[in-house]
């Protein structure tokens, strides 16, 4: 999918701690590389982790979908 875009970049807005698990909450923001048109989307990541290194990640359309895949609520 990044190849699709100019100037793809990753903003962080939140981070939560879920044991072996991080839920992040990012917005993804690139240039169309045919269109020009920017475009920049919202979405939730859960990254499971173990010995320190990122094993699955996932990600959801909401924090709630989030925040169960991760073992958590709100």
Same mark, same amino acid.
């Given at each position: 999918m990044l190849d699709q875009?100019?100037?793809a970049r990753t903003e962080?807005?939140?981070?939560?701690?879920a044991h072996d698990k991080v839920v992040a909450s990012v917005t993804l923001r690139g240039r169309g590389?045919?269109? &020009?048109?920017?475009?920049g989307w919202h979405v939730w990541h859960v990254w499971t982790l173990r010995d320190g290194k990122v094993i699955h990640g996932q990600g959801f359309a909401s924090r709630p979908e989030?925040?169960?895949?991760? &073992?958590?609520s709100e």
């Open positions: 875009f100019d100037d962080i807005h939140e981070l939560t701690d590389r045919q269109s &020009g048109v920017e475009v989030a925040l169960e895949a991760a &073992g958590l």
